[in-house]
């Protein structure tokens, strides 16, 4: 049975949507209206500085499906401080999160095999007092809840997980997007009209 492209895009999976945007007050909130709006769930938001200058780098991960994905793009680029938004699967991005998991000191130092487990793990120790002791992991999403699994048993007492942080594989960076928008010295309007009319490569890198 074959599936039909149009099928294929119905269909919902993950996506990490890329977007490269000025530092402004409030943009942050109205991106977040725009998943709103559309009864869309925002499953990890991370922002941060870019490779380029006061240029800030925003990475939002969603369950949908692609036609979705690619409207939402569509939207968040005609904002004006946004300057590019791409979106990717997971597989076309290397990705991790951070997770830290504090446990009863006592306990790892009684028991060998949670030591073990931690190891196994790819756990170290960032923090060691004499109540707790704060241990830290980064992976994919099924390896961090692992080890919430692990250490449950050994009386966990409190685990926290950051937002996901990803690296697009085959691009060249939005850098030499930038030095050809500053080479051909195009003005607001155009920049908007020249990529958004070019549908779906607009979003590859």
């Given at each position: 049975?074959?599936?039909?492209?149009?099928?294929?895009?119905?269909?919902?999976?993950?996506?990490?949507?890329?977007?490269?945007?000025?530092?402004?007050?409030?943009?942050?909130?109205?991106?977040?209206?725009?998943?709103?709006?559309?009864?869309?769930?925002?499953?990890?938001?991370?922002?941060?500085?870019?490779?380029?200058?006061?240029?800030?780098?925003?990475?939002?991960?969603?369950?949908?499906?692609?036609?979705v994905v690619r409207k939402?793009?569509?939207?968040?680029?005609?904002?004006?401080?946004?300057?590019?938004?791409?979106?990717?699967?997971?597989e076309d991005v290397i990705?991790?999160?951070?997770?830290?998991?504090?446990?009863?000191?006592?306990?790892?130092?009684?028991?060998?095999?949670?030591?073990?487990?931690?190891?196994?793990?790819?756990a170290r120790a960032v923090?060691?007092?004499?109540?707790?002791?704060?241990?830290?992991?980064?992976?994919?999403?099924?390896?961090?809840?692992?080890?919430?699994?692990?250490?449950?048993?050994?009386?966990?007492?409190?685990?926290?997980?950051?937002?996901?942080?990803?690296?697009?594989?085959?691009?060249?960076?939005?850098?030499?997007?930038?030095?050809?928008?500053?080479?051909?010295?195009?003005?607001?309007?155009?920049?908007?009209?020249?990529?958004?009319?070019?549908?779906?490569?607009?979003?590859?890198?």
């Amino acid at each position: 049975m074959t599936i039909k492209m149009s099928d294929q895009q119905d269909i919902k999976q993950e996506f990490n949507i890329t977007v490269y945007t000025e530092n402004q007050i409030g943009l942050l909130n109205r991106i977040a209206i725009i998943f709103t709006r559309r009864k869309i769930n925002i499953d990890s938001l991370n922002t941060s500085p870019s490779e380029i200058e006061k240029i800030h780098r925003f990475n939002i991960v969603i369950n949908e499906s692609e036609e979705v994905v690619r409207k939402i793009s569509r939207q968040i680029e005609k904002q004006v401080e946004v300057l590019k938004v791409y979106y990717h699967t997971n597989e076309d991005v290397i990705w991790q999160e951070l997770a830290l998991y504090k446990v009863p000191t006592d306990v790892i130092a009684e028991k060998a095999s949670v030591e073990r487990l931690l190891r196994e793990n790819g756990a170290r120790a960032v923090v060691i007092r004499k109540d707790y002791t704060v241990f830290e992991t980064t992976g994919h999403r099924e390896e961090t809840d692992a080890l919430i699994k692990v250490l449950q048993p050994y009386g966990l007492i409190e685990f926290v997980r950051s937002a996901r942080v990803a690296i697009i594989k085959d691009s060249e960076g939005f850098n030499s997007k930038l030095r050809e928008f500053e080479r051909l010295e195009p003005g607001e309007d155009v920049i908007e009209n020249e990529y958004l009319n070019r549908g779906q490569k607009v979003f590859t890198m």
